[in-house]
C-alpha cells in the first residue's frame, strides 16, 4: 500500500482548506494539552508568573500554551508535570504533542523515526534534518517560501531538534547518510553557519552507530537522480520507504516497492565515497573555509 502523507495538491498548488484540515487534529491535541495545564494550574493556586518562575518560563509564554497558541517543548512538559503535582497527566500527552510540532505531511513520519531500529537517508537537497544545526534549520525554515511566520520559524527548528533524540536512544537504531557533495558546498545561512554545519556532520560521522558518504558530483554514475527518500525499520519488523516531492510526500509499505528503493540506496552507497573518505573530504571542505 501507498499512503500519500502530504498536503493535497493539484495541478493548481496546494489546497488551503484541505491543508486547514490536517492541521486540525494537530491544533485539538494542542488546545486539550492547554485546557489540561490551565486546569491543573488553577487546582494548585498558581498564577500564571508563579508557574512560569518555577519552570523557567514567562508568563505570557505560559498564556500562550494554555491558549493553545504555542506547542510546549518537551522539557516544559515535564517541569511542569512535577511543579504542578499533575502525577503523569501532562508527560502523557508529551509524544502527541510533540508530533503536533511537525507540519501536518511529515507527521506519520515523525512517529515512525520513534520507533525506527534503522534509518537509512539519501540527501540530495539539504543535509538531512537529523544532521542539521540550530542555525542551519534556521535558515532553511526561514528561506521557504512563501514565507512562513517567526513562531512558525522557531516551532519547526524545534522540532527538528527534538528529532535528534534518537542520537542518543538506547539501544542505538543504525542510521547511514548519503549526501551529495553539492549540499556540502552550498553554504546555506552563510558562512559560519556552514562551517558550523561541516563540523556537526564530522561530529556524528564519529558515533559508532552512524556511517556518512559522501556523493561527488564528479562522478559518472548515479541512480539516485528521482530525489531525496528515506528507509526505515521499525522495532516490529516493518520496512518502509519515505520519498519527497516538492510539499507532497509518500510512505510507500509495499515490500516490492520498498525494495526498489532499497535497491537503489544500496548502489547509491557503492557509488560515493566510503566513510572514512567521506569525512576525509568533508575536513578538506572546512580546511577551504
Do not use: W
Not at 512538559?77 to 508530533?99: F, S
Not at 503536533?100 to 520513534?114: G, K, Q, S, T
Not at 509495499?254 to 557503492?270: K, T
Request: hydrophobic share 40%; net charge negative; with cysteine.
Amino acid at each position: 500500500m501507498t499512503a500519500e502523507v502530504g498536503c493535497a495538491v493539484t495541478g493548481e498548488g496546494e489546497v488551503p482548506e484541505q491543508r486547514q484540515a490536517e492541521d486540525e487534529p494537530a491544533r485539538g491535541v494542542i488546545g486539550a494539552f492547554g485546557r489540561q495545564l490551565k486546569l491543573l494550574r488553577t487546582r494548585a493556586g498558581m498564577e500564571r508568573a508563579e508557574l512560569g518562575k518555577r519552570v523557567g518560563y514567562s508568563a505570557d509564554t505560559i498564556a500562550s500554551y494554555e491558549q493553545g497558541r504555542r506547542v510546549p517543548q518537551p522539557r516544559f512538559i515535564d517541569q511542569a508535570d512535577e511543579v504542578l503535582d499533575a502525577g503523569g497527566l501532562l508527560v502523557a500527552m508529551k509524544g502527541e504533542v510533540g508530533r503536533a510540532r511537525y507540519p501536518a505531511f511529515f507527521r506519520d513520519m515523525a512517529r515512525l523515526e520513534e520507533e525506527a531500529v534503522s534509518l537509512h537517508v539519501y540527501g540530495a537537497l539539504a543535509v538531512p534534518g537529523l544532521l542539521q544545526t540550530e542555525d542551519y534549520a534556521r535558515a532553511v525554515f526561514a528561506m521557504r517560501r512563501p514565507l512562513l511566520d517567526e513562531a512558525t520559524v522557531e516551532q519547526r527548528v524545534s522540532a527538528r531538534l527534538a528529532r535528534q533524540e534518537i542520537f542518543a536512544r538506547s539501544p542505538l537504531p543504525t542510521l547511514s547518510f548519503v549526501i551529495e557533495e553539492s549540499v556540502l558546498r552550498r553554504p546555506l545561512g552563510g558562512a559560519s553557519t556552514h562551517k558550523g554545519q561541516l563540523e556537526e556532520i564530522l561530529l556524528h560521522g564519529q558515533r559508532r552507530n552512524v556511517e556518512i558518504q559522501v556523493m561527488r558530483t564528479s562522478g559518472s554514475e548515479h541512480c539516485g537522480l528521482g530525489g531525496p527518500f528515506t528507509l526505515i525499520e521499525t522495532r516490529d519488523g516493518q520496512r518502509m520507504a519515505y520519498v519527497e516531492v516538492q510539499r507532497t510526500s509518500r510512505l510507500y509499505n509495499e515490500r516490492e516497492e520498498v525494495r526498489d528503493v532499497e535497491e537503489q540506496y544500496g548502489i547509491l552507497r557503492a557509488q560515493a565515497l566510503t566513510p572514512r573518505e567521506s569525512m576525509a573530504f568533508v575536513e578538506g571542505l572546512l580546511g577551504e573555509k
